[in-house]
């Protein structure tokens, strides 16, 4: 398995890593055996990168994945996140918290939940307006002077707020969203944590799951799942973007790969420090993800794909309104 550094940090994982999200939270029915069997098979293929957060479940994404290496801890590199507040009785219901006392109690908690006494990379989820960066990232450098954090992470933060961060404590990571259809990292973000020697986790990298090609209707996703209130999957938005996935397999169908493949190996193309964690709770899909590894995108086929698939080629926002205003804080 490949492996790749994050950043300046130091902290070396697998070149893929492995989203847990979707076991346990908003992509339909969980099936907690089929996702163990999923984790195991995935460090079995030498993934070592395992990403979750507190608000998954809220709470279970943590305890599965804890249930499932309790006896293998030292051999993953344990990725979670605290700082978007939900209400396990009304789990619709958000608040964003940076305050340093709750980065504090929310790290106490994860730890149990994870049954583990260090984690190694700690990520603030969202970026809390009316806590300066200074003052959460200070809270979080106590926890890994007191060992109980090995490194430092933030989501969705602003070129701007990593910057300052920075000055703080070195920031292993940012995750954000990015892939063939959100490259809205790469105006400012990019260059600027480049710069900042912080390594770069894109979240998503599957346009959860639009790119693969696997979704082609409205009614392929359950009742239930929180893709059906995104503005990309609704309406003509969707329409439009089957246009674009169509484009893309026809890119797949030439070099042999799935589109799935060709969406994840564009992103791993993207540089040595991009570390995408592509999200699934079945064996298959995973050996499938782990395929992009082995398909290697001359600069022609990178030019190709940049003309069907530029910026802004997806039709719609990547959150709905209300959640829009949470990210690049
Ligand atoms: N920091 C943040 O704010 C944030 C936000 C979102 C996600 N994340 C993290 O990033 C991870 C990945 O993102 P994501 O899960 O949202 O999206 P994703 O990786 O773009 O896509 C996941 C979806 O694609 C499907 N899928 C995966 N491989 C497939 C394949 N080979 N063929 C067909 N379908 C496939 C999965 O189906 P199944 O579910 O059926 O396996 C799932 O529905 C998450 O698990 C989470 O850890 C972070």
Same mark, same amino acid.
């Given at each position: 398995?490949?492996?790749?550094?994050? /950043?300046?940090?130091?902290?070396?994982?697998?070149?893929?890593?492995?989203?847990?999200?979707? =076991?346990?939270?908003?992509?339909?029915?969980?099936?907690?055996?089929?996702?163990?069997?999923?984790?195991? $098979?995935?460090?079995?293929?030498?993934?070592?990168?395992?990403? #979750?957060?507190? =608000?998954?479940?809220?709470?279970?994404?943590?305890?599965?994945?804890?249930?499932?290496?309790?006896?293998?801890?030292?051999?993953?590199?344990?990725?979670? %996140?605290?700082?978007?507040?939900?209400?396990?009785?009304?789990? #619709?219901?958000?608040?964003?918290?940076?305050?340093?006392?709750?980065?504090?109690?929310?790290?106490? &908690?994860?730890? %149990?939940?994870?049954?583990?006494?260090?984690?190694?990379?700690?990520? !603030?989820? $969202?970026?809390?307006?009316?806590?300066?960066?200074?003052?959460?990232?200070?809270? =979080?450098?106590?926890?890994?002077?007191?060992?109980?954090? $090995?490194?430092?992470?933030?989501?969705?933060?602003?070129?701007? #707020?990593?910057?300052?961060?920075?000055?703080? +404590? @070195?920031?292993?990571?940012? !995750?954000?969203?990015?892939?063939?259809?959100?490259?809205?990292?790469?105006?400012?973000?990019?260059?600027?944590?480049?710069?900042?020697?912080?390594?770069?986790?894109?979240?998503? @990298?599957?346009?959860?799951?639009?790119?693969? /090609?696997?979704?082609?209707?409205?009614?392929?996703? &359950?009742?239930?799942?929180? $893709?059906? +209130?995104?503005?990309?999957?609704?309406?003509?938005?969707?329409?439009?973007?089957?246009?674009?996935?169509?484009?893309?397999?026809?890119?797949?169908?030439?070099?042999?790969?799935?589109?799935?493949?060709? &969406?994840?190996?564009?992103?791993?193309?993207?540089? !040595?420090?991009?570390?995408?964690?592509?999200? #699934? %709770?079945?064996?298959?899909?995973?050996?499938?993800?782990?395929?992009?590894?082995?398909?290697?995108?001359?600069?022609?086929?990178?030019?190709?794909?940049?003309?069907?698939?530029?910026?802004?080629?997806?039709?719609?926002?990547?959150?709905?309104?209300?959640?829009?205003?949470?990210?690049?804080?």
């Amino acid at each position: 398995m490949e492996t790749r550094i994050l /950043g300046r940090s130091g902290l070396r994982v697998s070149a893929l890593g492995l989203g847990c999200m979707g =076991m346990s939270d908003f992509y339909g029915q969980p099936d907690d055996a089929e996702s163990t069997r999923t984790l195991h $098979r995935a460090l079995e293929l030498g993934v070592t990168f395992f990403d #979750t957060a507190d =608000m998954y479940g809220p709470f279970k994404n943590e305890e599965l994945v804890s249930r499932a290496f309790r006896d293998r801890r030292d051999q993953i590199v344990l990725a979670t %996140k605290f700082g978007i507040l939900r209400d396990p009785n009304d789990p #619709t219901k958000r608040g964003i918290s940076g305050r340093p006392e709750y980065v504090r109690q929310a790290c106490e &908690a994860s730890l %149990k939940r994870l049954g583990t006494d260090y984690i190694d990379l700690y990520y !603030q989820h $969202r970026v809390d307006p009316a806590t300066p960066i200074e003052e959460t990232v200070g809270a =979080m450098a106590e926890l890994v002077k007191e060992g109980k954090v $090995r490194y430092l992470g933030l989501s969705e933060a602003a070129a701007d #707020t990593v910057r300052r961060a920075c000055a703080v +404590h @070195p920031i292993a990571a940012l !995750q954000t969203e990015y892939s063939l259809w959100s490259r809205e990292p790469e105006d400012e973000i990019l260059p600027a944590i480049r710069e900042l020697g912080v390594g770069f986790v894109p979240y998503s @990298p599957l346009g959860r799951g639009f790119l693969t /090609g696997q979704i082609q209707r409205f009614e392929d996703l &359950a009742p239930d799942d929180y $893709r059906r +209130h995104t503005p990309r999957f609704q309406g003509e938005n969707f329409q439009r973007n089957l246009d674009l996935v169509a484009r893309i397999r026809d890119i797949a169908a030439q070099k042999g790969c799935t589109a799935g493949q060709l &969406a994840l190996a564009w992103v791993l193309a993207q540089g !040595q420090d991009v570390v995408p964690i592509p999200g #699934t %709770k079945r064996v298959k899909y995973l050996e499938e993800n782990l395929g992009a590894l082995q398909v290697q995108l001359t600069a022609a086929e990178l030019r190709q794909i940049d003309e069907v698939a530029p910026v802004n080629a997806a039709a719609g926002p990547r959150y709905p309104a209300a959640m829009m205003n949470s990210v690049n804080g």
